[in-house]
C-alpha cells in the first residue's frame, strides 16, 4: 500500500514537472516570435523608409530642369562608316565631338523648360526603355565636364594674339590677313546683299550658264587661242594674275554665303605652298547650318563668284572680231577661268564638289569611309554586310564613281594638252 502510494505520488511529480517544462517552453517560443515579428517589422519599416528616400532623391534629380549653354551647336544626323552620330560644337574653342541618336535626343531637348522627366518619358516612349538616375549622371556628366551645361563656369580667359597671325615657314605656311574675319564678312554681305536676294541671284546665275553654253559651242576656238597664249609669256601673267583675283572673290563668296544663312567666318589669311599661294576664308560651322540646302549654297558660292567674275570679260569677248589678239587673250582667260570655276565642282577632295556631296547625303568623310569599305567588303564581307543598306549604297556607288571619274578627267585634260599645243 505505501509503494503503491509513493509510485502515484512519483507519476503525479513527474506529470507537473512536464507540464510546467511544456508551458515554459511555449512561453518562450511566444516570448521569442514576438521579438522575431518586431525585429522583422523593424527592418521593413527600414527598408521602406530607404525606399521612400531614394524615390524622393530620384524625384528631385528628375524634376531638375537643366539646359545647354547659348551658342551650344548640334548638327543633323550624319553617316560616319556603318554608324549614325551628330555632332556637338563648343562655342567657346571651336572643338567638336560626336554622339549617338539616343545621346543627342536627350541632349537637343535641355532646353531648361522640359524636366528629366519629361525628357527621360520622351526617351521611353521613342527608344522603349527607362533611363535610371545613374543614366542622367553620365550624360550630364559628360556636358558639365566640357562645360556644355548653363550655369557652368567659365574657362580661364586666353591672351588675344596679334592680328597678324604668320605660322609656318618661307616655302609653307600661312598668315591671317584680318583681326576680325566675321565683321570683314558682316561689312561684305551688308555691300552684297542686293545680289543675294532670289531673283537677282537667279538672273545673275542664268547669265553664267549661257555664258559657259555659247564658250560651249565655240571651244575649238578657244582651245587654239589657248594654246597661242601659252606662248606668249607677258599676257599669260596678265591671264593667270586675272585669275589669282577670281580665288581671291571665290574664298570671300564663301563667307558671304555662308554669312547670309547664319554662319560664322572664323579666319580669312593668305595660304603658300611655293610657288603657289591663294586666299582662304574659314567657315567654322559649316557642319552646324540650317540644313543641307544652306550647306550647299555656301559651297556652291566660290564656282558662282568665278563665273560672275568672267561675265564682263565674256561680252568683251563677244564684242571683238574673231582675229583680234586681245579676244585671243579673252579666249584664254575665259577657257581657263571655266575650268577653274567648273573644276571646283568635282566630287573629288579637297575639292568644294566633294564636300557639297557630302552635305547634300548627310555623309561625313565620304572618301575615307568609302575606300575602307570597299576594302572591308573585299576582304570580310560580313562585316561589310553589318553596314546599313543604305552606307552600303553610298559607299559603294562613291568609290567606284570617282575612280571612273579620274580616268575621265585624266583622258580629258591630255586631250586638251594635246590640241592647245598642236599648232
Known amino acids: 500500500m505505501s509503494r503503491e502510494t509513493s509510485r502515484e505520488a512519483s507519476r503525479e511529480a513527474s506529470s507537473e514537472t512536464s507540464r510546467e517544462a511544456s508551458r515554459e517552453t511555449s512561453r518562450e517560443t511566444s516570448r521569442e516570435a514576438s521579438r522575431e515579428t518586431s525585429r522583422e517589422a523593424s527592418r521593413e519599416t527600414s527598408r521602406e523608409a530607404s525606399r521612400e528616400a531614394s524615390r524622393e532623391a530620384a524625384s528631385g534629380v528628375l524634376a531638375h530642369r537643366p ?26 574653342d571651336g572643338s567638336s565631338f560626336e554622339v549617338g541618336p539616343k545621346e543627342y535626343f536627350l541632349i537637343s531637348r ?10 527621360g518619358e520622351a526617351y521611353a516612349d521613342r527608344f522603349g526603355r527607362r533611363l535610371g538616375e545613374a543614366n542622367w549622371g553620365q550624360l550630364l556628366g559628360l556636358l558639365g565636364a566640357r562645360r556644355l551645361l548653363a550655369g557652368a ?34 561689312r561684305l554681305h551688308r555691300l552684297l546683299r542686293p545680289l543675294l536676294r532670289v531673283p537677282v541671284a537667279g ?5 553664267c550658264l549661257v555664258m559657259e553654253v555659247v564658250l560651249a559651242t565655240d571651244v575649238g576656238t578657244l582651245l587654239r587661242d589657248t594654246g597661242w597664249l601659252l606662248r606668249q609669256p607677258v599676257a599669260l601673267v596678265g591671264v593667270f594674275t586675272l585669275l589669282w583675283v577670281s580665288t581671291v572673290g571665290h574664298e570671300l563668296a564663301h563667307g558671304v554665303a555662308a554669312r547670309h544663312v547664319g554662319g560664322t567666318v572664323g579666319e580669312i589669311g593668305l595660304r603658300w605652298r611655293l610657288p603657289v599661294a591663294i586666299m ?16 550647299v549654297a555656301v559651297g556652291s558660292a566660290g564656282a558662282f563668284a568665278n563665273l560672275l567674275f568672267l561675265l564682263p570679260f565674256a561680252l568683251w569677248w563677244a564684242a571683238l572680231d574673231p582675229g583680234d589678239p586681245t579676244r585671243r587673250v579673252l579666249s584664254g582667260l575665259l577657257l581657263l577661268g571655266s575650268v577653274q570655276a567648273l573644276v571646283n565642282l568635282v566630287p573629288l577632295p579637297p575639292l568644294d564638289g566633294y564636300t557639297m556631296l557630302g552635305h547634300a547625303l548627310g ?23 553589318a553596314y546599313p543598306r543604305r552606307a552600303q549604297i553610298v559607299y559603294t556607288a562613291y568609290g567606284i564613281g570617282s575612280s571612273v571619274l579620274v580616268c575621265l578627267l585624266a583622258g580629258v585634260l591630255v586631250t586638251a594638252v594635246f590640241v592647245s599645243l598642236v599648232p
Open 67 to 92: 539646359r545647354l549653354r547659348p551658342g551650344v551647336l548640334l548638327s543633323g544626323p550624319l553617316l560616319s562608316g556603318a554608324a549614325t552620330v551628330h555632332l556637338i560644337r563648343d562655342p567657346e
Open 110 to 119: 535641355l532646353d531648361g523648360r522640359r524636366s528629366l522627366a519629361e525628357i
Open 153 to 186: 563656369p567659365p574657362r580661364e580667359p586666353v591672351p588675344a594674339g596679334p592680328g597678324r597671325t604668320v605660322t609656318g615657314g618661307l616655302y609653307r605656311g600661312s598668315v591671317r590677313l584680318v583681326a576680325d574675319a566675321a565683321a570683314t564678312t558682316d
Open 203 to 207: 538672273a545673275l546665275l542664268a547669265l
Open 280 to 295: 582662304y576664308c574659314r567657315v567654322d560651322d559649316y557642319r552646324f547650318l540650317a540644313g543641307p540646302r544652306a550647306q
Open 363 to 385: 555623309v561625313t568623310r565620304l572618301a575615307p569611309e568609302s575606300g575602307l569599305y570597299l576594302r572591308l567588303r573585299l576582304r570580310d564581307r560580313r562585316s561589310a554586310a
